[in-house]
């Protein structure tokens, strides 16, 4: 134990607080029988007798690892009234106490604003305590950190850091870059502290304790966060840490300004559901904490509630209350609630969260979005022009729609049981590949809607689960206004028998289409028995017939307009297109054997020509013969 200090200011024939121009440095372990850190030499009057101090230098000693912790027991109200003042906007600080204490890292950045009160109070002589408590203070913390200054400036001017030295890298409050695990885009935090820990398997790493913007769907709030930094030896570059202050980044404007158009965006997705297109990774978090990602280039739509519903044991940060807190300190929870988005400026863009909820219309799976990989909708141009059926149909199609977008919640005609019957409902029954699927893809994109195409096989069998699975499907289609596409119903539409599983089925689908309020398409290509409690709720049934020569020539020109290569457009003369059309093709065997030709010809740097469509047809004829024998096999195409 030590004593070092100046004259006392009073006389101390007692113990008084501060009177005592002088420090104090003690040591403390832990004691094993009660459980607390206790200083390991005795004072000659109590502990109490520290209080005379202006501060007391308390060395923590970690008995396993020998590890020393430095804090520092402020008890000058002069020098603690200053910190506080200093600390106001520090969230990792708490100086409540009278005689609070502080983890001596923290007092690393903070140097300067103590010199310039230092400064401040030489020049006032009315208030010498202050200005000679603060003047011990200050001298002390800068001969500490001496050796850390001379080793941190070397290792800087190299744009380099030591692990032992990465809690002197952050300063609270510092804009933190790193990146999103899951999905690699680059992401934002504002840094409170740090502390070294060891995972499972002893390994050590430092954790970073940040925070950032983060939003339940529906209301904006503070979230606190945990990054790690995993051990390592000799120095690194700083920008090869997982998390590093943002102005050592090689491009530290741009990425700036790009993370704060990430973070407009961000907060214009938060509330309801929104349509978009999404290139790049995705990811889950799996039942044992681990993120499953996935490559997506595909239409989404970001909502983070039916997310919720869907998954509501995923671990993602919660709104606990209104109002402003501080210090909390747990993993990923909501700090301060209730933000309106006209509060933020570009400071709080810059540190918005990275991902948002939502459903891959590809995959069918809720999964994390990064913003930055989210753009607007790229709609085909498909038009009821490509649908090869008579017009009158198309227009019965089109004015069903119209009607149904018109409708009232009090007027229209609907089920006489309230709720009931406020759905629209085609079944297009036909053979494959004659523009069933099409049907429904222009009418979504006609009306700029997404498309929620689920195949019956995959939703099972099971009649309970079939249910749930179901009602699950026509919720959110339904909040999504989501043209809803549900292919090979045959399951769901085929008269009932004594066949106790396929009622039930039937059953199911009949109750969960009842209450549906969208926009549903059933497409089928076997049944020749419909139930006809099932066809009392079809709004429009259309049959579709094979593709006549007139048809296959237009859907053969639309896709070789699509069919360049790097030589350019296809060759292919007006009667060579004529003699294709000659071919018994459906609408998928013209897609894929025009794809087939266009890779044929991409591959022997040519443009797609008559010969490469018709050794396409050749080779796919040559299958169907193969496996069911001569003539034209529909079901083959139905799964090609």
Not at 88 to 97: E, F, N, P
Not at 319 to 338: F, I
Not at 357 to 383: H, N, R
Not at 393 to 419: C, N, Q, S, T, W
Request: proline share 4%; glycine share 6%; charged share 30%.
């Amino acid at each position: 134990m030590t004593d070092s200090g100046k004259e006392s200011i009073q006389p101390c024939s007692q113990v008084a607080r501060a009177s005592k121009l002088s420090y104090k440095q003690v040591e403390e372990s832990l004691d094993e029988k009660t459980g607390r850190y206790k200083i390991t030499e005795p004072t000659d009057s109590g502990v109490d007798e520290l209080d005379q101090y202006v501060f007391v230098i308390r060395d923590r000693i970690n008995r396993r690892t020998q590890q020393i912790t430095t804090f520092f027991d402020i008890k000058s109200p002069f020098l603690r009234d200053i910190l506080r003042e200093v600390y106001q906007d520090y969230r990792s600080v708490s100086l409540a106490d009278s005689a609070p204490s502080i983890e001596q890292s923290m007092l690393f950045h903070v140097r300067e604003e103590l010199k310039s009160h230092h400064r401040r109070l030489e020049h006032d002589s009315k208030d010498t305590a202050t200005e000679q408590h603060l003047g011990l203070f200050v001298d002390y913390i800068e001969a500490a950190f001496q050796p850390i200054d001379e080793r941190l400036s070397v290792l800087l001017a190299k744009d380099e850091i030591t692990y032992d030295l990465i809690w002197a890298l952050f300063k609270p409050n510092a804009k933190v870059f790193s990146t999103c695990p899951g999905t690699g885009a680059p992401r934002c935090f504002l840094y409170d502290h740090c502390e070294e820990k060891e995972d499972m398997n002893g390994s050590k790493f430092m954790s970073l304790q940040t925070r950032y913007l983060g939003s339940d769907g529906k209301v904006l709030g503070e979230v606190t966060t945990t990054t790690r930094i995993p051990y390592f030896r000799g120095a690194s570059r700083i920008e090869h840490l997982q998390a590093y202050p943002l102005h050592y980044h090689a491009e530290p404007e741009q990425m700036k300004s790009q993370l704060v158009e990430n973070g407009r965006r961000f907060v214009s997705l938060i509330g309801s559901y929104h349509h978009h297109r999404y290139e790049g990774r995705a990811f889950d978090i799996d039942d044992k904490g681990q993120i499953v990602a996935c490559h997506i280039c595909n239409n989404i739509v970001v909502d983070a509630t039916s997310f919720k519903e869907s998954k509501p044991n995923y671990p993602r940060p919660r709104v606990l209350t209104k109002g402003k807190y501080r210090g909390l300190g747990c993993d990923d929870a909501t700090q301060r609630a209730d933000i309106e988005p006209t509060q933020l400026d570009d400071e709080d863009f810059l540190v918005c969260s990275p991902t948002v909820l939502g459903f891959c219309l590809e995959t069918k799976k809720f999964l994390e979005f990064a913003v930055a990989y989210i753009s607007d909708v790229k709609w085909s141009g498909v038009s009821f022009d490509d649908v090869k059926i008579p017009d009158t149909r198309k227009e019965a199609i089109v004015a069903l729609m119209k009607e149904y977008m018109r409708k009232k919640p009090e007027g229209g005609f609907h089920d006489v049981v309230r709720g009931k019957g406020l759905g629209l409902n085609y079944l297009l029954h036909g053979p494959p590949g004659v523009g069933k699927t099409l049907t429904a893809e222009v009418l979504a994109e006609t009306y700029e809607r997404p498309l929620y195409t689920v195949a019956a096989g995959q939703i099972g069998t099971e009649h309970v689960r079939v249910e749930k699975i179901l009602r699950t499907i026509f919720r959110v289609a339904a909040r999504w206004k989501a043209v809803l596409l549900l292919d090979e119903a045959d399951i769901f539409l085929a008269e009932r028998t004594n066949e106790p599983n396929q009622n039930a089925l039937v059953s199911v689908f009949l109750r969960e289409l009842e209450y549906f309020d969208g926009v549903l398409f059933l497409t089928t290509n076997r049944v020749r028995s419909f139930d006809p409690a099932i066809l009392s709720r079809i709004h429009l049934a259309l049959k579709y017939g094979p593709l006549g020569r007139d048809a296959r020539r237009a859907v053969l020109q639309f896709f070789l307009a699509q069919a360049k290569t790097a030589k350019g457009p296809h060759a292919c003369c007006e009667s060579a297109i004529d003699d294709l059309a000659e071919e018994d093709l459906n609408g998928r065997d013209i897609r894929n054997a025009v794809l087939v030709a266009r890779a044929m010809a991409e591959d022997k740097n040519e443009v797609v020509n008559e010969g490469h469509i018709k050794a396409s047809i050749a080779m796919r004829k040559e299958i169907q013969v193969d496996v069911h024998g001569a003539g034209r096999i529909d079901s083959l195409s139905a799964y090609i």
